[in-house]
C-alpha cells in the first residue's frame, strides 16, 4: 500500500493522485475561447487551486461543485504557488471511511 502525499507536502513538478474534496468547481474561458475547469481541491492539510484545460462536453454536470473526487495531474508553480494541473477527474459519491479521514 503506497503511503499518501499530503497536499502540504506537494513541491513543484510533481505527480499527484487520490482522492480529494473539491470546493468551487466552475467553468471558466481561456484568453482563446476555450472552457477549463477550475475550483480547489483539498484534504485535511489544505487546498490548492485547480485547473483542468481539457474538459469533456458535461463534465461540469457529472461532478459536484462541492464534495468529493478522484483527481490525478500535476503541480505546477505559478506566480510564485502552486496550482494543480488535473488531467483526470471523476466524482467519488461514496468516500470509504479511511478516504474521509484523509480529507
Not at 38 to 47: I, M, Q, S, V
Request: proline share 8%; charged share 25%.
Amino acid at each position: 500500500m503506497s503511503t499518501r502525499t499530503y497536499i502540504r507536502e506537494f513541491r513543484p513538478n510533481e505527480r499527484f493522485g487520490g482522492a480529494f474534496s473539491i470546493q468551487n468547481a466552475q467553468l471558466g474561458t481561456t484568453r482563446n475561447g476555450k472552457p477549463y475547469l477550475r475550483g480547489l481541491l483539498g484534504d485535511k492539510t489544505g487546498t490548492l487551486p485547480l485547473r483542468m484545460w481539457s474538459v469533456p462536453e458535461g463534465m461540469l454536470d457529472n461532478l459536484p461543485s462541492d464534495g468529493f473526487v478522484l483527481a490525478e495531474g500535476e503541480t505546477q508553480p505559478f506566480q510564485g504557488d502552486l496550482q494543480l494541473i488535473v488531467q483526470r477527474l471523476e466524482p467519488l459519491e461514496n468516500p470509504s471511511d479511511a478516504q474521509l479521514r484523509e480529507l
